[in-house]
Each structure stands twice: as C-alpha cells, then as structure tokens.
C-alpha cells in the first residue's frame, strides 16, 4: 500500500528567519551572531573548513563557545553518540560550517536537542543545505532519510562556494534538475492513487529548477548562476518543509539514485546520479523537458563529471531490480517493467553520447 504521507502530516512550518547568499557573508554571519547574543555555541565543522576559513577558530572559542569536528559520512550510531556529546554541553545555538555531513550533522542534532541552527555551507552540492531532511548511512549500507530541524538562519558565501572543486557544483545542478521528474511522479501518483499534492511546495519546487532551465548562458564560471544554483537549492529545501516530506524533490530519480550507492558502493557524488537518472525518467515520461534539460547539462559540462559506470547497462539493471524497494513511493517505476525501462537507459545513454560528441565547440567542457 502507498504511503500518503502528504496527507496526513501536519508540521509547523520552520522557515529561516535570515537568509543571507552573497560573497562574504562569512563575516556577516559573524556579525549576527554578535548581534543574536547566543550564551554559548556550539561551532561544528572539519579540520580542512578551519584551513578556508581561518577566523571560524578564534571566533568558536570566544566567550564560551566551543568547537566540535565532525566525521565525514554520519552513519546513525555515530550522530546518536554526537548528540550525546554535544548535550552535556549545554550550548544555546549551533553553527555549522562546511558540507553535507557537517550540515547533516547539526541539522540532526539541532532537531534532536530542539535548539536553533546556523548554517554556513561551502559547498552547493545539494539542497540539504536548507531542507528538513538529512541522509544517514545505516549498519546494513543503505542511506536514510531522516526529519531534522530547519535553519534558523543561513549564510551562503557564494566566493567559497565558487571556488570549490567545480564538480561539487555540477551535482548541485543535477540535485536541482531532478525536481522535475520529482514532481511529474508526484502528479502521476495524484491521478492514480489520489495521493495529495501541496501546491506551494510545488511552486517552489517548480522555481527552482525552472530558475537555471531559463538561465541565459549558464555556466558554473558565472558568478550570477553559482547564486542562482545557490538560491534554488534553498528554494528546493523550503519546499520539502512545506511538503512535510520530500515529495518536491524527491521521486524515482533519487530511489535510482539511492539504488545505485547500494550497487557501487556511494563512491559518487548524490547530485551527478540524480541529473543522469533524471534525464531518463524524463525520456521515459517523454516529458518536453528531456531535450531542454540534456541541452543545459551538456552545454554546461555536467556530463563530462559523470563516471562511465553509471552508463553501464548491466548495473543499471542491477540497479532497477533494487530501486523500487528503497522507498514505498509511487512513481513511474510503478508503471513501467524492467525491459522498457532500460530500452529507455539505453536509448539515452546513447542520445548522451551523440549530444557530447557533437557538441559546439564553444560549450563549457562538454567532452
């Protein structure tokens, strides 16, 4: 039986209070946490963010602030260990600054300890850096999704976020990119299971990706599509806060997505499965999206950071058999058997291929 979650799910809404995207906001962050007057807060980061931004340091051990490093990868056990840690020192606030297990982990403790969060992403690599959910890695391999708490405010400094390795970049655009067939599964199971849809979280989920569908000359070099990417991931996470899950953002894709870190072992970035797996979702809608969409991953190089595996149809079959266990969610995979599916993998794999090799030669990287 499906689970219509959206139905039955009433939540209050968080919605950050501040939301600041722009160079420097590192030290405008510093700055409202003078202003907010927090007694004492708890600073989370890695040892690597420390050596980008040096000042974090000395502002997480003024007054009686403390700093906490995190461990890459939060597998459940260790996050519960954490929030343990972390309670017996009573902090007012935390902070986190760096990428996705460092604001999983603050996301995740903040719900727990129900106290207010502050983010400072320097990575743009996936809409969890203002969603209500995080992904944690489970004993038996699989990852979760978990509820965890919004951000009271977020900071987005979009000169640190701009000079991360680009293909953090790349998969936030394919996170981005997969609200589109997020939202045709959940309309496709609004007509066959009468699931509900909360309409404003559509629009927003809508937003976001219509926003770099329609962006003039993309290109991650481009200081106004890094905010724009940046503004949509945000965007993409309030959404799920007003779904009261991820439905906005989270269809077949991502259960192909999540199929595929089972069969490879995650060794590949969420954001590059899902633009892939996106594009042959839309090909087996045959929505009027899937040229628009291939166009802009192609002209914009988003093709050449995917690892030739993914191409593979053999694991992809693989990949089929288990996606449709990983999450009791209605979607196309409902609607379609194996063999044409993955006629439809191939058949874009292939149009992939001829997109790339006869790109213009002016396209940013395509291969």
Known sequence: MTDHSTRSIEIPKYIPKYIIVKPQAVEAMIAFLEMMRFGRVCFATQENILDIIPELEEVAHRKN????????????????????IIHTEKPDALVGVGGGSVLDTVKFIGHILNIPIILLPTLASNDGICSPVVSVRLDNGRSDSLRARMPFAL????????????????AGLGDV??????????????QQTGEQIDYFSRILSVMSYKSLLNFKDASIDNENFVETLVDALITSGISMEYAGNSRSASGSEHMLSHAADVVFGAPFLHGHQ?????????????????????????????????????????????ILRLARSIRDRYTILNTLDDNQLLKTFEDTVSEIRYALSHSDSKSKSCR
């Open 65 to 84: 602030n403390f700093l906490f490093l995190v461990q890459e990868r939060p597998y459940l056990n260790r996050l519960m260990t954490t929030v343990e």
């Open 155 to 170: 900071f987005a400094d979009t000169k640190i976020i701009s000079d991360a390795p680009k293909k953090y970049l790349f």
């Open 177 to 190: 990119i997969s609200n589109i067939t997020a939202i045709l599964d959940w309309e496709l199971s609004t």
């Open 274 to 318: 899902t633009g892939f797996y996106t594009c042959v979702i839309l090909k087996a809608y045959g929505d009027e999206l899937y040229e628009r969409t291939l166009q802009l991953l192609c002209d914009i190089g988003f093709f050449s950071f995917l690892p030739e595996e993914l191409f593979d149809s053999n694991r992809f079959a693989e």
